[in-house]
């Protein structure tokens, strides 16, 4: 499975279970690529398609590459 695949479904994943908790506790989540190689351009297009259909509420994504911080995004709905 590409990694953009997998990032899809991390991000599926936490949307649908996390919501809830985001709802009550504001929060976000965290993507940590590692090492791996993935187009960032590809990520984000992935984070954005995923929030406009699934995110009810403000969600925040920090997003790791390499050990460093690589970008914080910050949805308002």
Known sequence: MSTEKVADSAIRYGLRYGL???CVNPGGIILD?????????QA???IIIRV???AKHDLDFIIIKDD???DIIRFKK
Not at 33 to 41: C, G, K, L, P, V
């Open 44 to 46: 984000f297009l992935i």
């Open 68 to 70: 460093k911080l690589y």
């Open 52 to 54: 406009i259909r699934s």
């Open 20 to 22: 809830k908790q985001i």
């Open 33 to 41: 690529y590692e090492h791996n190689e993935i187009d960032m351009y």
